[in-house]
């Protein structure tokens, strides 16, 4: 049985994960638009390797938020339509699934900010 407080825990957790997974998708888009100012005009093979490389992966990553803001809604649906089921494992799931995406995304873009600089 869970109790109200920890169901509005959960549901208040599963929205502050869905605004920093919004905000994870303005910095992917940003770095993606940074990308693409870094790669005007310029025609070494290996560089354009380089941008078809990020750009790969920061669709990648739009997909995975994308997949994880639905998954969350998807987990906040069943809570409200099921308020006294026990939600924790599928919760603490979805919160490494979060962490892990968080953790993926900041190390995305210190390699792509260093490799910005290697090619500045």
Request: aromatic share 8%; charged share 30%.
């Amino acid at each position: 049985m869970v109790t109200v407080a920890e169901h509005k825990a959960l549901l208040a957790e599963c929205d502050q994960w869905r605004e920093h997974l919004r905000l994870a998708k303005d910095d992917i888009i940003h770095l993606r638009n940074e990308l693409y100012v870094a790669a005007a005009g310029k025609t070494d093979h290996d560089f354009l390797k380089e941008v078809e490389h990020y750009h790969n992966q920061f669709h990648i990553q739009l997909i995975n938020i994308h997949d994880l803001k639905h998954a969350i809604k998807h987990h906040v649906a069943e809570a409200e339509h099921h308020p006294n089921f026990g939600h924790r494992i599928p919760h603490h799931n979805l919160e490494l699934q979060y962490k892990k995406l968080l953790e993926d995304i900041e190390q995305l873009k210190t390699d792509f900010h260093r490799f910005l600089g290697e090619a500045g």
